[in-house]
Every structure is written in C-alpha cells, then in structure tokens.
Nanobody, 125 residues
Framework: QVQLVESGGGSVQTGGSLRLSCATT????????MGWFRQAPGKEREGVAG????????TIANSVKGRFTISRDNAKNTVYLQMNSLKPEDTAMYYC??????????????????WGQGTQVTVSS
C-alpha cells in the first residue's frame, strides 16, 4: 500500500520559515520522482518543487525559486521542502506526490499516481 505522510506545516509570520517532510515506503521512494504541490482556497493545485530521488536533481517553480528548496534523505525515504522568507501568498495546503508517469511534466497534477493527505501552511502578515 502506498503511503505518503506529510508533516511540518503550521502558522508563521511573514518572513518566517518552515520545513515540510514527506515520508513514504521504500518502494514508493524508489519510484524515482517525488514532488511538492500546493493548493490555496479557490485556486488550482500547482507544482512547487520536484526531485529525482536517485540523483537528487531538483526543479523549483519560478514562484518560489530562491526561497524554497527540496531535498531528500535516502536512508529515511523522506523528501523535504524547506521554505524560507515565507509570504502570505504561500498560504495553502501543501501536498506530497509520487508515482509520476513517464514522459509527463513534473508540475502536472494528473501525472502523479499517489498523493499525501496534505499539511496546512498559513503565513500571516
């Protein structure tokens, strides 16, 4: 059974930092690619960052580039999203995704087979 368990969300003030974690099974982790997405109320889910779990090669969305980084811990089958200099517009539910279909864009929501339950991030001004 595929499990993606996010944690680390919370409420911070503008300029603050949070680190999200997404823990999964070894089988899912070895699928090769994991991503972070977010969805604000009334908006579509959007890709934030992605990482090849084998090589560590990352992609960061332009909207968060320079503030967010994605990393992984192979020993823990866990992917992280470090979020710095947070802004109110970063407020959203953040989701971890895995099982990306071959040939599909990393930021395409429908490209992923598996999703976590989400963790809420709220940034106040």
């Amino acid at each position: 059974q595929v499990q993606l368990v996010e944690s680390g969300g919370g409420s911070v003030q503008t300029g603050g930092s949070l680190r999200l974690s997404c823990a999964t099974t070894a089988y899912t982790y070895r699928s090769g690619y994991m991503g972070w997405f977010r969805q604000a109320p009334g908006k579509e889910r959007e890709g934030v960052a992605g990482i090849y779990t084998n090589s560590g090669i990352t992609t960061i969305a332009n909207s968060v580039k320079g503030r967010f980084t994605i990393s992984r811990d192979n020993a823990k089958n866990t992917v992280y999203l470090q979020m710095n200099s947070l802004k109110p517009e970063d407020t959203a539910m953040y989701y971890c995704a895995a099982g990306r279909r071959s040939g599909r864009s990393w930021s395409e929501v429908s490209a992923y087979n598996y999703w976590g339950q989400g963790t809420q991030v709220t940034v106040s001004s």
